[in-house]
């Protein structure tokens, strides 16, 4: 036994992890730079070079430890402090608030996030029309790049793409972090199926009312990012709704039952994602031949997508984001990145390896201009 | 009749947000079958025709006053949702629920079957722009018989977006459809109680107001 858990071990000597990490370091400096790196402003290529280090330290760690989720979620959180901060600055540069006018959206000049797609689907089937005030392919995030990068995202990584490119998950996978034992415990698991319900109605809404519903009422993210004016009302009540939202499911809730809460109540774009997990080429596989059933992965899971009978039949669950927590947290490696069709305890580290490069490739592309943008800011208010 | 027949056909999908949202979680969460929900669309559709005509015969008595005060057009309503809500929200979270029913959450609707009946009556008077053109043009011109007849054109047109509801009852043996139909009754509850709030909020700042106006 003790055999097979050292040839199962995900760790690599310093040696074979540089390796593993050279192609991301070449990869991630085109990216980064565009492949013309230019250097004449001392603060942004200081930027630059602080995150090209972050993030392919990072990278190599999780290759030479054999660890994921603990170095996932360094780069993580950061994606969506940073990426926070440089939409709020950018906001601020533009209009001198973090809330918007009638006249933007009349403009088409709010940025696009990802939340929307779920809304956008059916308006843009039937009508041909994109129910969403902002810039196609011009500007700020745009909604084309947008929708474009998420496909990819989805299809390849399924709900992965929610723990790896979703640049507002980090906070509360954060705030799911501050506390190492739960104080609310068996919480009932028909709450995971709460997405599907706000996919629902948000998709119906949307296609009728051929508005955001979920932007323009619930996404608590608006909090950390943008919203509308207060000028009425309503629109004073849509602010309360989504800061309540924001306090309860992003903040309070991860923190008193360690899960990630928005996600896994909330979100619709994650219940989209969750159906793409029956498709997508990555999976998490649970080898029953090595798994000894002491569910340390149904606690530490985040997003409730392993349970005492998922283990009982091998597999996990289509809400599993692929976070790399229970992975981490398996003491014999019974629970491990696999690639579908092959069988589960085989092909470990290929599998990881595989997957590891392209979900770190896509949260390095999402995340490496906000970080370089901030690090600026940051610099330049050092250096005055 | 034509104007308000297009009225209807062009409000009918804020009408299906308003009440269908509801309507079709309760027909797939409802153990009776396509003719079951059918009957139980009827008697939406059937209160809603009975609650237009109501209206057009009170907007022709009351006239334009009756409707644009912020008590009659914002807090009656708003109540109304928050009534209706809390009934929702505590359906879905109540786990000793007899049956898929909303109309067993509470004492006042015994019988299920006057659930379409209720949402008829919400979905009617929660005037929707549409309605209140149609309702502020019948208080002002026209005879009665003619107001009787654009409104069952406003009804019409509108009706069209609910028919296709009793098919979502063929999903009922999915238990995760049901599960999802049950959520998303008590999100639709969460969502009128933020609006029937809203609503009763506008109409007081409208009040006051208007008092301090005078």
Wanted: proline share 4%; glycine share 8%.
């Amino acid at each position: 036994m003790f055999e097979t858990l050292k040839t199962n071990g995900m760790r690599k000597s310093f040696v074979k992890s540089l390796l593993y990490a050279l192609p991301m370091f070449i990869l991630t400096f085109f990216l980064m730079t565009g492949g013309k790196p230019d250097f004449s402003d001392p603060s942004y290529s200081l930027a630059l070079i602080t995150a090209f280090v972050l993030v392919n330290i990072l990278y190599f760690l999780m290759h030479y430890t054999g660890k994921t989720d603990r170095y996932r979620v360094v780069l993580f959180v950061i994606f969506a402090l940073t990426l926070s901060f440089s939409l709020i600055r950018n906001m601020i540069a533009i209009r001198h608030s973090m809330s918007f006018s009638q006249a933007d959206i009349l403009e088409c000049r709010i940025p696009f996030c990802h939340l929307v797609i779920p809304m956008m689907i059916i308006p843009a089937a039937f009508s041909k029309s994109i129910i969403f005030p902002g810039s196609i392919i011009n500007g700020f995030a745009n909604i084309s790049s947008m929708v474009v990068l998420w496909a990819v995202a989805t299809i390849v990584l399924g709900r992965g793409f929610c723990s790896w490119g979703c640049f507002y998950g980090g906070w509360d996978d954060a705030f799911s972090r501050f506390r190492r034992k739960p104080v609310f415990r068996n919480i009932n698991l028909i709450w995971r199926w709460m997405p599907f319900a706000v996919l629902f109605m948000v998709a119906l809404t949307a296609a009728l009312s051929l508005i955001p519903t979920y932007c323009d009422w619930i996404c608590p993210f608006k909090a950390v990012t943008e919203y509308e004016q207060v000028t009425s009302v309503e629109s004073a009540a849509k602010a309360g709704v989504f800061f309540s939202i924001f306090a309860g499911l992003v903040v309070v809730l991860p923190v008193m039952t360690t899960k990630r809460t928005q996600c896994s109540y909330l979100c619709p774009l994650g219940a989209i994602n969750s159906l793409s997990n029956r498709i997508t080429p990555f999976t998490i596989k649970i080898d029953k031949a090595a798994c000894n059933e002491c569910n340390r992965c149904v606690e530490v899971c985040p997003v409730f997508a392993i349970t005492k009978e998922d283990i009982k039949n091998g597999r996990v669950s289509v809400f599993c984001s692929k976070c790399g927590k229970c992975v981490d947290a398996c003491p014999r490696n019974a629970i491990h990145f696999g690639i579908r069709g092959v069988p589960a305890g085989t092909m470990k580290n290929f599998s990881r390896n595989m997957f590891l490069f392209i979900s770190f490739l896509f949260m390095a592309v999402f995340s490496a201009g906000s970080v370089v943008n901030t690090l600026q800011s940051i610099f330049k208010l050092i250096t005055g | 009749m034509a104007e308000a027949f297009i009225l209807g056909l062009s409000t009918g999908s804020a009408c299906l947000v308003t009440c269908g949202m509801v309507m079709l979680p309760y027909f797939v969460a409802d153990s009776a079958g396509i003719r079951k929900a059918g009957s139980g669309l009827l008697l939406f559709l059937a209160t809603r025709l009975f609650a237009y005509l109501l209206l057009s015969t009170v907007a022709w008595f009351f006239g334009r006053a009756f409707f644009v005060t912020s008590f009659m057009s914002r807090i009656i309503p708003g109540a109304l949702y928050m009534i209706f809500a809390v009934m929702l929200v505590v359906y879905s979270i109540d786990r000793g629920r007899k049956t898929s029913c909303p109309a067993g959450l509470s004492a006042a609707i015994k019988k299920k079957r006057l659930v379409p009946l209720m949402l008829g009556l919400v979905n009617s008077i929660g005037f929707c722009p549409a309605l209140f053109i149609l309702v502020t043009r019948s208080a002002t011109q026209g005879t009665l018989a003619g107001n009787y007849l654009a409104f069952t054109a406003f009804f019409a047109g509108s009706s069209i977006w609910f028919l296709p509801l009793p098919l979502a009852g063929k999903l009922k043996g999915k238990e995760v459809i049901r599960t999802v139909g049950i959520l998303a009754t008590g999100l639709a509850g969460v969502i009128f109680m933020i609006k029937g709030i809203t609503n009763i909020i506008g109409g007081i700042t409208n009040i006051i107001g208007g008092i301090i106006n005078v």
